[in-house]
């Protein structure tokens, strides 16, 4: 909602919802963003779909999504991050499962890699204790000696995918 408010205050025309909900014109947009949504609907297929054929051809799609092939999610197992939402994300992506999806909904992905967030620090100590109480409590400790809990930090740990995917001209690709 925020992002929204300030592209309307730049007078942007920019839309927020659910795509098969949007009612978007066909062909007619330039980019559509997906950020931390695609994991959280009952069919993302048709949600990509609806995407590829909202936008003009060459248009772009960008979106992030928790990455199930992480390093993170594979070494934390259960306790990862992106798994400790069961009943809020219903899929899991790999790069190369959303890779598959998109070019199946007619999306080229021309980038792929992983973001991080900026973070209040307070929100990184309750998000360790996912992974070890101890450590989260001895760095709230260090936090609060520090007066640290209202700072923010940008945080990777490479386990966020960001992909951006151009529509293709065609749905079957021409010889040559």
Not at 18 to 43: K, N, P, Q
Not at 147 to 169: F, G, H, I, W
Request: glycine share 8%; net charge positive; charged share 25%.
């Amino acid at each position: 909602p925020e992002a929204v408010r300030q592209a309307r205050v730049l007078g942007l025309p920019v839309k927020q919802g659910r795509f098969r909900e949007a009612a978007l014109t066909g062909g007619s947009y330039d980019l559509l963003t997906m950020w931390d949504y695609i994991e959280h609907v009952e069919d993302p297929m048709e949600d990509l779909k609806e995407a590829a054929r909202a936008l003009k051809p060459g248009g772009l799609l960008a979106l992030s999504t928790p990455d199930a092939g992480s390093w993170a999610a594979r070494l934390l197992g259960r306790r990862w991050l992106g798994y400790c939402s069961p009943r809020e994300h219903l899929t899991y992506f790999t790069e190369a499962t959303l890779s598959r999806m998109l070019r199946a909904a007619g999306l080229d992905p021309i980038l792929s890699t992983h973001a991080g967030k900026d973070l209040y620090v307070s929100r990184v100590v309750t998000r360790l204790r996912v992974v070890s109480v101890p450590l989260s409590r001895l760095a709230g400790a260090v936090a609060r000696a520090l007066s640290l809990e209202r700072r923010r930090v940008y945080l990777n740990p490479l386990d966020t995918l960001l992909v951006v995917a151009r529509k293709m001209a065609y749905s079957v690709r021409p010889p040559g």
